[in-house]
């Protein structure tokens, strides 16, 4: 579903709306574009089929896991280059992962025959994600245990002003593992920032499946944090301005289902519970070839992995991957307007199936919009013309494909912004609330004893911690065949040139033959990182490619030996390439929660296979190392960071001119 400007229009944006409705989309009654997520009705329906199978006898089956089962890429790419309206069609079908009587089962469902075509028992290591009412029902469950309430009651604090939180618990060596959370508890009093009074020394582990505190310690008290201070709805009484106009050609692309197009750019969105927010099928205008020429099939936050630095007994097994163990789609917030995005914003809807199976909304999930930045997109100004000073430019303006995650305590804002010179930048920013932990100081002159963070409150540490986002990349640039070209620039003494030059750098291109040489650590050199096709070149013959221009490179500080870091050991490499498989797209591999590194990425690419001249994948992982500072109390002003992909002689010249 779409949406556009503001739920609650007053009558002259409603007549903005309409018309721009009627003027930049089409229905969505065609066939569906066979990367379409789920719509509502087909979330139901299988649901409705799964129910109406063996395992809808079966007492508490939970939903863990629906989207669309990810159709053959051939096929998907004859579809979209079929000009014909009898297009191929691919069947639609759905990947489903229920709970039942203690069992995982992998289902496909198809939903033309209205029939489960395979149903498997996972056996494997790991759990699928969390559904919200687990993770409810273990938030709650220390309210009415009798130990926790003494150690409320200890502390001389209000039962009823205390909010619980549960975290995943990762792996640490256990031969037998069974889905579990362990449960942080907060104080509300005074303070709508729960995350700033953590009520500290406890320790509640919960047993998922029965729903049940399997064990309990209350190890020590420390001063609860004070209320004052730790507000973090804005100072500012005015907010964002409003405006009741619009206008309807500011809009500036169409969007037809899923698809948008915007100035040179034609690509897909689509949204699903794990990854939230997903481009597909991008393709860019050629105006000299007079043709769309394809750069990205599937792009997408594969994995996320976000490890705390405080080793003690209730913080050591905070080392988080929150896209497979709680899905940044179902985390994924209600964007405001005038605030997460423009006014004059586009939105859609996401879709997903709940516990039960049935369809669960999220309005304005993404919104999309042209951005005027201020920034320059070129300019030259030439006094080598005997008649004129020349002076000329243009403006920078780039479409926005925007969500927001809000995972727990922090908040991520996704951004896919779109160029009209071919590039593709691809950010986060991070904000929200820092976790916090309780401690005796209320000054830094007190500390005598070793912490793990910032004092920045009184009694509040905030804990060091990393965030790292890997992004599943499948290029195709001008077609399928692809290599990765590891350009490196080195520095030559120049002789025989008779001036008075010592050195020069040059280029000196590796190509990467096997997986073995795609993984790379960035920063160790200075280097350009290429995907081209060999198989194209320019007319002055150059290879056509992109480059992938990174930030500042971090990388897991862990001992490859941690636990945390066996299960993420993705992260010790900046850029993977493997063979594009279908299976392969959570670097974490698909059953993240409790997971012991035994299946991934890094698993995958293990297997050392060809990647020289064939359809291949680009897996980056960005993120900052964080040191919280006084300025990130009592919210997280936002830290941005992120990757460009740009076009690397993939055109004749300038696209702009």
């Known amino acids: 579903m779409i949406r556009s400007m503001f739920d609650k229009a007053v009558p002259m944006m409603a007549q ?12 969505i009654n065609s066939l569906p574009h066979p990367l379409d997520p789920l719509s509502s009705a087909e979330i139901n329906k299988t649901r409705d089929i799964v129910q109406g199978s063996y395992l809808g006898a079966i007492p508490n089956l939970t939903y863990h896991f629906v989207d669309v089962e990810e159709p053959d890429k051939k096929h998907v790419l004859e579809w979209l280059s079929s000009n014909t309206k009898d297009k191929p069609i691919i069947p639609r079908q759905a990947k489903v992962v229920v709970r039942a009587k203690g069992e995982t089962h992998e289902l496909v469902v198809d939903l033309t025959k209205r029939s489960i075509v395979s149903d498997k028992i996972y056996t494997g290591h790991g759990y699928p994600p969390f559904t919200f009412n687990e993770l409810f029902q273990a938030s709650i469950l220390p309210l009415t245990y009798p130990k926790f309430k003494e150690s409320i009651t200890k502390r001389g604090l209000n039962l009823s002003e205390v909010s619980c939180v549960p975290f995943t618990v990762g792996w640490y060596g256990e031969k037998i593992t069974r889905r579990a959370l362990k449960v942080s508890c907060f104080y509300r009093g005074g303070s709508v920032n729960v995350w700033a009074r953590p009520i500290e020394g406890i320790t509640v582990l919960v047993d998922v499946d029965s ?53 040179n750019w034609v690509f897909h969105v689509g949204f699903n519970a794990r990854a939230g927010m997903i481009i597909s099928t991008a393709s860019i205008f050629d105006a000299k070839r007079h043709k769309y020429r394809r750069v990205l099939y599937r792009g997408h936050v594969s ?9 003690t007994e209730e913080w050591y097994f905070r080392t988080f991957m929150d896209a497979g163990e709680f899905g940044f789609g179902r985390a994924a917030d209600t964007l405001q307007p005038g605030v997460d995005c423009p006014r004059s914003a586009v939105y859609m809807d996401g879709y997903m199936a709940g516990p039960n199976g049935e369809v669960q909304q999220v309005p304005r999930a993404i919104c999309i919009f042209e951005r005027n930045s201020g920034n320059v997109a070129w300019r030259h100004m030439e006094i080598n013309n005997p008649q004129k000073v020349i002076r000329n430019g243009e403006p920078e303006i780039t479409l926005v494909v925007r969500m927001v995650a809000t995972v727990g305590n922090y908040d991520y804002v996704l951004d896919w912004e779109f160029l009209r010179t071919g590039s593709i930048k691809v950010g986060v920013d991070l904000t929200g609330i820092m976790e916090m932990k309780a401690v005796t100081y209320t000054r830094k002159s007190q500390i005598e004893e070793k912490l793990f963070g910032t004092l920045v409150a009184e009694n509040t540490i905030a804990n060091y911690h990393d965030h790292h986002l890997t992004y599943y990349l499948d290029l195709d640039i001008d077609d399928n065949s692809n290599s990765f070209v590891n350009a490196k620039l080195q520095r030559a003494t120049a002789t025989g040139f008779g001036t008075p030059r010592k050195s020069y750098w040059t280029v000196v291109r590796d190509i990467a033959k096997r997986e073995a040489e795609g993984r790379i650590r960035l920063g160790l050199e200075p280097a350009e990182l290429l995907i081209v096709n060999p198989n194209k070149r320019t007319k002055l013959g150059n290879e056509v490619g992109y480059r992938l221009i990174s930030a500042q490179p971090v990388t897991s500080l862990l001992s490859d030996d941690d636990y945390p870091q066996r299960r993420a050991s993705y992260t010790k490499y900046h850029l993977w390439i493997t063979p594009y498989n279908r299976s392969e797209r959570w670097a974490g591999g698909f059953y993240a929660d409790r997971s012991r590194g035994d299946d991934g990425l890094a698993v995958w690419s293990q297997r050392n296979r060809e990647i020289e001249n064939t359809d291949i994948v680009l897996w980056h992982t960005i993120g900052i190392h964080h040191v919280p500072y006084q300025e990130d109390f009592a919210a997280m002003p936002a830290i941005h960071v992120g990757f460009e992909l740009r076009p690397a002689n993939f055109f004749e010249s300038s696209p702009l001119l």
């Open 211 to 263: 729903m049940q505190i399997t064990m309990y310690n209350d190890r020590y008290m420390a001063p609860l944090p004070k209320a004052e201070g730790t507000d973090f709805q804005s100072s500012s009484s005015s907010g964002p301005k409003t405006s009741a106009s619009c206008n309807v050609t500011n809009i500036g692309f169409n969007i037809k289902g899923h698809e948008v197009k915007w100035a």
């Open 303 to 311: 994995e996320t992995f976000v490890p705390y630095m405080d080793p």
């Open 16 to 27: 903005c709306l309409i018309l721009a409705l009627f003027l930049g989309f089409n229905s």
